[in-house]
Structures are given as structure tokens and as C-alpha cells.
């Protein structure tokens, strides 16, 4: 049975040194799977703004003023 490999969210691009661009690019574009291209098409929910907001409100307090140079 073969072992599972932990899924890695940026593989290795093996590229050699007289690679042309057209080459590594090519590359690239068949590492890209259809998993990788789902992660970028679902709805992310992210945080509702009024929580930023308070966030940056309550930081805005507590945050001490500069000194100046004499």
C-alpha cells in the first residue's frame, strides 16, 4: 500500500539552469492542478467589518504618541 503524502499548498517547480522562460512556464501550468484552481473559486466568509473597525477603534486608544526630538 502506498503511503500518503500530506498535500503541500506550493509544490516544488523543478527547473534546470538553461531552462527558457517558455519552458518554466510550461511547467508551471502542469503542476497546476484542479485543487489549486477551486481554492481560489470558493467564497472565502472573512470577517464582518464592524469588527475591523472596532478593532482599529480600540488599537487607535490605546496607542501612545510619538515623542518628539528636542
Known amino acids: 500500500m502506498a503511503k500518503e503524502r500530506p498535500y503541500r499548498a506550493i509544490r516544488p517547480l523543478r527547473i534546470k539552469k538553461g531552462d527558457y522562460l517558455k519552458t518554466i512556464y510550461a511547467k508551471a501550468r502542469r503542476t497546476f492542478t484542479a485543487a489549486d484552481l477551486q481554492?481560489?473559486?470558493?467564497?472565502?466568509?472573512?470577517i464582518p467589518a464592524d469588527e475591523v473597525a472596532a478593532e482599529l477603534?480600540?488599537?487607535?486608544?490605546?496607542?501612545?504618541?510619538?515623542?518628539?526630538?528636542?
Open 39 to 46: 481554492q481560489y473559486t470558493e467564497p472565502d466568509d472573512g
Open 57 to 70: 477603534v480600540k488599537l487607535a486608544r490605546n496607542s501612545k504618541p510619538k515623542r518628539g526630538k528636542k
